[in-house]
Nanobody, 120 residues
Framework: QVQLVESGGGLVQPGGSLRLSCAASGSIISINAMGWYRQAPGKQRELVATITSGGRTNYEDSVKGRFTIARDNAKNTVYLQMNSLKPEDTAVYYC??????????????WGQGTLVTVSS
């Protein structure tokens, strides 16, 4: 019904930048919030950043000032610009779409994940 397709992960040196993208496709009327979560090896999945359809943002403390989340509502796409990357940012990053509304009612959808590795 609804799919999230992520792109933009990869290997980057400390201090470098990456931009993640996530596009939602399917029978979508509206999406309330979209966001990014990450899971490092041996750790629980944690919130990185979220953005509502109205543009309200929320960031995890460790990424404030370094990461920027943005959204194109017309394209049902969310972006995560990551600057000043640190080794501790290494994780699988997952896109999330919360309260996706369509003919099916409301759904929460997750992407398949994209690996970000910060290493010299």
């Amino acid at each position: 019904q609804v799919q999230l397709v992520e792109s933009g992960g990869g290997l980057v040196q400390p201090g470098g930048s990456l931009r993640l993208s996530c596009a939602a496709s399917g029978s979508i009327i509206s999406i309330n919030a979209m966001g990014w979560y990450r899971q490092a090896p041996g750790k629980q999945r944690e919130l990185v950043a979220t953005i509502t359809s109205g543009g309200r943002t929320n960031y995890e403390d460790s990424v404030k000032g370094r990461f920027t989340i943005a959204r194109d509502n017309a394209k049902n796409t969310v972006y995560l610009q990551m600057n000043s990357l640190k080794p501790e940012d290494t994780a699988v990053y997952y896109c999330n779409a919360n309260r996706v509304f369509g003919p099916y009612g409301y759904l929460e959808v997750w992407g398949q994940g994209t690996l970000v590795t910060v290493s010299s």
